[in-house]
C-alpha cells in the first residue's frame, strides 16, 4: 500500500515538473501534422529520438542540426535503398520537415559534452 | 484427473502458440529486410516489425492468461466466477487482434511505438483486460486461504497493466503530445511498467508452476517468494528510467532509476534456483518437459541480469543505448525467460492433461527442438551485443558505415534467428498437436468417460 501511494505523487511529479522543457520551442499546427504523419507511417520502426525507436535507419533527434533541413527533405521526398519513397507532397514534406526541426529543440542527443560521476551516472554539462 | 471445469485456458495457450509461430516468422522476415532493405518491398519493414512484436507480445499475455484460466478453475479449488466472461475475453482477443492485425497488412497506423494501430483499436482490449480483472479477482476472493504469491502477483499485474496501458494512451491529450519531452518520458515510463506488469503475470506463473512440479507449497509461501513479489513491483513502479537516461528530464528521476534497477531480477533467479536443488529425480522425470524449460529460462535469468545490470549503469548506458545491446536485452528475456517459462508452463498442463498420451514426460521432439532453440538463442543474443557494441563504439562516419561495419553480426543475427525459428516451431508443433487432442470433442468424450 504504502508503494501504490509513493506512485502517485511520484507519477504526478513526472506528469509536470519532472519533463518541463523550457527551452523547447512551442510545437506548431504544422509540426504536430508533421508528427501525425509520422506515426501514420510507422516511421519509428525504423528512426529513433534519443535512442528510442527502430535501428533500420539513423536516430532523428537532431538530424536537422547536424545535416540540416534540405538534406531531410531531400531523403523524404526521393527515400533511399534502405527507405522507401512515401510520395509526400509538397505540404507534407513541409509539415514533417517542420516536426523535425521541432524536435531538434528539445534537447541534444547524443550527449556532446558530459560528466561521469565516480558511482556511474552521467550529468550532461547543460544540466 | 481433475475437475475440468474450462477449457478456455487451453484455447487461449493454443492460440497464443499460434501467435508465437506467427511473430517468429515475421521477425525473420524482419531480419532479412534489416541486412537486405530491399527484400519483400511488397511488406515493409514498417509492416513485419509491428507483425513481429504484436504477435510475439499477444504470446505473453495468451500464454499467462491462458495459464491463469486453466490453473484458477482445475488446480486452485475455485470456480471460475464467469465461465463466460472468460470465454468472451478469448473472442474479443481474436477479433481485435485480427482486426490489428489487417491495419498492419494495410499500412494503416497511427499509434505509437508497440501500439502502432490506430488508437480506437485498443477500446475492446481496455473492455476486455476490465472483464479478464472482474472475473480473477471475484474467482480468487472465493479463497479462504492466506492467498499464495502467486495470486498476488498475477493480481498486480492486471492491475497496472490496465493503468500502464491507459497512461500510455495518455499522447492522446494535447498537454503531454505537445511537449516531446514529457510525452518520450512518459511513454517510456508506461512501457517499463507495462513489462514490469507481464513480467508479474509470467513470474506468478513460474512459481505455479515450480510449486506443483516439487509439490511443495512453500515454494509459493516463503518470505522469499513474497521478497521477489515486492522487489517486482517495486521494479515495476519505480525501475523503468533506465530507457530513457539520454531524455533530458530531471536528473533525480534518472539516479532513483538506476539505483532500483541494480536490484532487478536477483531473487528471481535465487527462487529458481533453490527450487531447483530440492526436486527429486522423480519429479524431475515426471515432468521431464516443463522442468527442461524451467531450466533454460533459469540460465537465461542469469545472463540476462547481468546485461541488465549492465546497461542500466548510466555511464556505460551512453554506449549502450539506442544500439543492438537493447534488443539483445529485449529478446533475451521475452524469448530466453518469458517464453521459456510460459512453454514450461504448456508441458506442465499437457503432462497433467493427457497422462496416457505423454508416459514418461520427456519427448525427443522437444528435446531436439528445446537443444535448437536455445543454442541459436545463443548465437542470437551474442550477435546482438556484438552489433551493439559495434554501433556504440563507432566513432564518426555515416550511418551507412557504420551499417557495413557491423553487417557479419547482423548475418550472424538473421542465421541464428532462423534456426531459433524452427526449433521453437519443432516444440510448438508438438505441443499445439497435444493440445488440440485435448480440445478435440472425441478425446474429450473418452476422457470425460474415463474419469
Known amino acids: ?127 | 484427473m481433475n475437475d475440468h471445469q474450462d477449457v478456455t485456458g487451453l484455447k487461449f495457450l493454443r492460440l497464443g502458440m499460434l501467435a508465437l509461430a506467427a511473430g517468429m516468422f515475421f521477425g525473420v522476415i524482419g531480419g532479412f529486410q534489416f541486412l537486405f532493405p530491399e527484400f519483400l518491398r511488397e511488406l515493409l519493414f514498417t509492416k513485419t516489425r509491428p507483425l513481429h512484436v504484436s504477435l510475439v507480445v499477444s504470446w505473453i499475455f495468451l500464454g499467462s492468461i491462458g495459464g491463469i484460466y486453466y490453473y484458477l478453475a482445475n488446480h486452485c479449488q475455485l470456480k471460475l466466477f464467469s465461465a463466460r466472461a472468460a470465454n468472451w475475453h478469448f473472442w474479443i482477443f481474436i477479433v481485435t487482434g485480427l482486426a490489428i492485425l489487417a491495419c498492419y497488412f494495410a499500412g494503416r497506423f497511427g499509434g505509437r511505438e508497440y501500439f502502432e494501430y490506430p488508437a480506437i483499436l485498443s477500446i475492446p482490449i481496455f473492455l476486455s483486460w476490465i472483464m479478464f480483472g472482474v472475473n480473477y479477482f471475484k474467482t480468487v476472493f472465493k479463497s479462504t486461504e492466506p492467498w499464495p504469491v502467486y495470486y498476488w502477483m498475477w493480481g498486480t499485474g492486471i492491475i497496472f497493466f490496465f493503468i500502464t496501458f491507459t497512461e500510455s494512451y495518455l499522447w492522446l491529450i494535447p498537454y503531454f503530445r505537445d511537449n516531446m519531452v514529457r510525452e518520450i518520458t512518459v511513454q517510456w515510463k508506461s512501457y517499463g511498467a507495462l513489462t514490469g506488469s507481464w513480467n508479474m503475470l509470467v513470474y506468478g506463473t513460474a512459481i505455479f508452476v515450480a510449486s506443483k512440479i516439487s509439490e511443495d507449497e512453500q515454494t509459493a509461501r516463503s518470505k522469499m517468494a513474497y521478497g521477489l513479489y515486492f522487489l517486482g513491483f517495486f521494479n515495476l513502479m519505480f525501475g523503468w528510467a533506465h530507457h530513457t537516461y539520454l531524455v533530458p528530464t530531471v536528473p533525480w528521476i534518472r539516479t532513483f532509476a538506476y539505483a532500483v534497477s541494480m536490484t532487478e531480477l536477483f531473487i528471481l533467479g535465487k527462487i529458481l534456483w533453490d527450487w531447483r536443488s530440492t526436486l527429486t529425480s522423480y519429479q524431475i522425470n515426471k515432468h521431464c518437459n516443463a522442468y527442461r524449460f524451467m531450466f533454460a529460462a533459469d540460465i537465461w535469468v542469469f545472463i540476462n541480469l547481468i546485461l541488465a545490470l549492465v546497461i542500466s549503469v548510466p555511464a556505460w548506458n551512453l554506449i549502450t543505448h539506442g544500439t543492438h545491446i537493447t534488443v539483445a536485452h529485449a529478446m533475451g528475456t521475452t524469448i530466453g525467460i518469458n517464453t521459456m517459462i510460459l512453454l514450461s508452463s504448456v508441458f506442465y498442463i499437457i503432462r497433467v492433461e493427457l497422462p496416457l498420451e505423454v508416459h514418461s514426460g520427456c519427448s525427443n521432439q522437444v528435446r531436439l527442438g528445446y537443444w535448437i532453440a536455445n543454442i541459436s538463442l545463443a548465437v542470437f543474443f551474442a550477435s546482438l551485443v556484438l552489433a551493439g557494441l559495434g554501433k556504440g563504439l563507432h566513432d564518426g562516419g555515416s550511418f551507412q558505415e557504420m551499417m557495413l561495419s557491423i553487417r557479419p553480426f547482423l548475418l550472424m543475427f538473421v542465421v541464428s534467428g532462423v534456426t531459433l525459428m524452427f526449433g521453437i516451431w519443432i516444440v510448438l508443433l508438438y505441443a499445439i498437436r497435444l493440445i488440440n487432442l485435448r480440445l478435440s470433442p472425441v478425446t474429450r468424450g473418452d476422457l470425460a468417460r474415463e474419469y
Open chain 1, 1 to 127: 500500500m504504502t508503494l501504490c501511494l509513493a506512485f502517485i505523487p511520484y507519477s504526478a511529479y513526472v506528469y509536470t515538473r519532472g519533463t518541463e522543457a523550457p527551452h523547447m520551442t512551442p510545437m506548431g499546427d504544422e509540426a504536430r501534422a508533421g508528427q501525425t504523419l509520422f506515426q501514420k507511417h510507422n516511421c519509428t520502426a525504423c528512426h529513433q529520438f534519443y535512442g528510442l525507436g527502430g535501428y533500420m535507419g539513423p536516430d532523428l533527434t537532431n538530424v536537422i542540426s547536424n545535416k540540416g533541413s534540405p538534406y531531410a527533405r531531400a531523403f523524404l521526398m526521393n527515400g533511399t535503398q534502405r527507405m522507401p519513397n512515401f510520395n509526400l507532397d509538397e505540404t507534407e514534406l513541409d509539415e514533417m520537415v517542420a516536426f523535425l526541426e521541432f524536435v531538434d529543440t528539445t534537447g541534444r542527443y547524443p550527449a556532446n559534452e558530459y560528466q561521469i560521476n565516480w558511482y556511474g551516472t552521467v550529468v550532461e554539462n547543460d544540466e
